[in-house]
DNA sequence: CAGTGGTCTAGACCACGTG
DNA sequence: ACGTGGTCTAGACCACTGA
């Protein structure tokens, strides 16, 4: 119910009828409006106010910020739901899947023996044609022989995982400016050293148990990640780290 | 009383009492050991939960994951913040801070009318005596008479904003791979086009009202940034944008 | 001063998980 | 089968906002 009230709520943002700055109707008559109680309807706008479409101030109605930059957990990890949200098919081509055994690296991210069995996976990601990211993953095994399975060059690997029982819950990313390497610029058809966005993320199950590992390099001038936080969501920082920390290792 | 709660489980959890994987008490059972109502002890739950301390699954105890990258949102804002985290002393040093009229880039980021007065303020931040970012910050005037009369070699404008009542509440992050320009690379002591790491910004107060915007490069190999998102905290996302969309008026 | 959101209480039912 | 978290109800008091 309070999912239904929060996206009966958010639609009637995006069609204008409350734009930004606005001052949404009180809470007792959404509730009286929609038959429930006072709590549900906190809970729909809790739910808008994490997203950061809303906001709240002790005694005064609540007020519409504007959009949130993203709707969904998925859209940060899926190339594909990305590409789709800018009107183009998710396409990719497959430079090499291996198994292989895992590198210091590939142990220490995925938290596995070092030489245990991994899969690693290189994909180019094209929009419009154009090369604009390259994805370098590592799986552990099982998961792995999945992935073997899929139409990688079509299918989003994440929304496979997910139809297929696998508990994606959270991810860890770290973000840096790299320049290209001799294969990066290669792949990606741009000059040695171009200013490349590195993004390395490792996704895990809700038990903590990780589910893969990706060193994503986006192309400078194709791609901006966008953050957004509020005093009451912590849940994002700046990583400690400087000069060398974070490695060379990809 | 909620946020009491929090702060307790949140310190027995550093205290290795509730190790990550370990499961939490039962609800009831914190509820019980408080002497307040469950619906108290699920707000604090709430809390943890919204800051990735904790992860709850419905039919099983809630469980401990590990700590947040970080424990304030300030963090993310302050370079000063970020330089005591490393052992460091903050330090910057002044390049420019200038009275102007507002450009049309800093009117939409600000929302103010084109040539309204603003205060434009140039730092390069050091970290041991080495160059590693370079700050360039637009106030909106009243905010910027204020910045006038720090110390700006070595406060942080943000801690003492806070400490003089300024709401700041909210901030926006979009993150990119560029090359340097001549004056970056002057600035930071780098060759033409090395990478650098831009973090453009705004910052608002509770009730959408901008209070800065900056745009800040850090040297590629000096930093990195880390995000780390849940199923529940749907709070980051990748900008949708690509090819020139965000522009280059830096 | 009336209205509003923030907080808390004391119940209740359900779907899910673990043993 | 039982305990657990997710959800919802129907009240209540308070601090703060805004007219």
């Keep these: 119910m309070h999912r239904h009230i929060a996206d009966a709520l958010y639609r009637e943002i995006l069609s204008g009828r409350h734009p930004p700055g606005a001052r949404l109707p009180a809470e007792v008559e959404l509730a009286e409006r929609y038959g429930v109680a006072r709590g549900t309807v906190r809970q729909a706008l809790a739910d808008l ?7 709240s101030r002790k005694g005064a109605r609540r007020v519409v910020l504007g959009l949130p930059l993203t709707q969904s957990f998925s859209e940060l990890l899926s190339f594909s739901a990305w590409a789709r949200a800018l009107g183009e098919e998710p396409r990719g081509r497959v430079v090499e ?93 741009l000059r040695r050293a171009a200013p490349l966005l590195r993004e390395r993320r490792t996704t895990s199950s809700t038990a903590g148990e990780r589910l893969e590992w990706s060193d994503d390099r986006y192309r400078g001038d194709a791609v901006s990640f966008a953050v957004e936080n509020a005093v009451a969501a912590r849940s994002v920082g700046r990583l400690l780290s400087a000069f060398g920390e974070g490695g060379r290792e990809g």
């Design 97 to 189: 899947l291996t198994r292989r055994e895992a590198t210091a690296v590939d142990a220490d991210r995925l938290g596995l023996p070092v030489g245990e069995t991994v899969y690693y996976l290189v994909r180019v990601r094209l929009l419009s044609d154009t090369p604009v990211m390259i994805e370098r993953t590592t799986f552990p095994g099982p998961i792995g022989e999945m992935v073997a399975t899929f139409e990688l060059e079509r299918e989003s690997i994440f929304e496979e995982l997910g139809r297929r029982g696998v508990d994606l819950a959270r991810a860890r990313h770290q973000m840096e400016a790299i320049p290209a390497t001799a294969e990066d610029s290669r792949l990606l058809g």
């Design 49 to 55: 106010g994490a997203d950061g479409v809303i906001a």
